[in-house]
């Protein structure tokens, strides 16, 4: 595809079920992102890749969120014990680089997976 | 602490009247701020950014913004508002203070548009 998918649109879990949320960058996109937007706030950021390693995961709430990019294209972000705290939409974006200051350089946000811990 | 104030939750336009939605932010370094719009079922997409030079940013869709440093302010315009721009508008801001690869956004504005 053209632009972002993320997999699956919408997933609904119990209370500390383990949870997998995929991500496919645009192709040929070196830098991943991962964010998290709570109803009614604004995306916040958790997770930044460059290639196959994650050049940032200041954002990552705690422990139990864990992300890998291992060939350095499709991510997967991963939630053990789920809380209800974490329902939220999880967006993922990606970039030609990773420098946002460099010219013609954006981030290409995906649609999202909306999370709903029960 | 780094932080982007967008004041209104929400705000309702006549379809072509002129539209303004605010942006203010705090930052110590020199502040690299963008607009996104989010649509429902829809990715957040770049409207426009501002890193240096004119303070008058021309984006996408008719769109504009004007950085003001002495009033900490990155407010979005558009001078006919078309039904179809209803949508979810946040600012953001990238700086050296969080590393250029973060961007922090604020909680957005609503736009509805009436007829």
């Known amino acids: 595809g053209a632009g972002v998918s993320q997999t699956p649109s919408n997933k609904v879990t119990e209370k500390g079920k383990y949870v997998e949320l995929r991500c496919d960058p645009i192709?040929?996109?070196?830098?991943l992102y991962w964010y998290r937007q709570s109803l009614g706030q604004g995306p916040e950021f958790l997770i930044y890749?460059?290639?196959?390693?994650?050049?940032?995961d200041s954002g990552l709430p705690n422990d139990r969120f864990f992300a890998v990019r291992p060939e350095g294209s499709v991510s997967t972000l991963k939630i053990q014990r789920t809380e209800r705290g974490d329902s939220a939409v999880y967006l993922c974006?990606?970039?030609?680089?990773?420098?946002?200051?460099?010219?013609?350089?954006?981030?290409?946000f995906g649609p999202g997976t909306r999370l709903t811990v029960l | 602490a780094q932080s982007v104030t967008q004041p209104d939750i929400h705000i309702t336009v006549s379809e072509g009247a002129s539209l303004e939605l605010r942006c203010n932010y705090s930052?110590?370094?020199?502040?690299?701020l963008f607009w996104y719009v989010q649509s429902p079922g829809q990715g957040l997409q770049l409207l426009l950014k501002?890193?240096?030079?004119?303070?008058l940013v021309q984006g996408i869709k008719g769109f504009e913004a004007e950085f003001k440093r002495s009033q900490s302010s990155f407010n979005l315009r558009k001078p006919s508002v078309h039904w179809s721009d209803a949508a979810e508008y946040f600012c953001?801001?990238?700086?050296?203070?969080?590393?250029?690869?973060?961007?922090?956004f604020g909680t957005g504005t609503r736009l509805l548009v009436s007829p």
């Open positions: 974006a990606s970039s030609p680089r990773g420098d946002l200051l460099a010219g013609n350089n954006e981030q290409f």
């Open positions: 192709s040929g996109h070196t830098a």
């Open positions: 890749f460059q290639g196959t390693g994650a050049a940032d």
């Open positions: 930052y110590g370094a020199t502040p690299y």
């Open positions: 501002y890193f240096s030079g004119d303070t």
């Open positions: 953001a801001v990238a700086s050296v203070n969080t590393g250029f690869q973060k961007l922090v």
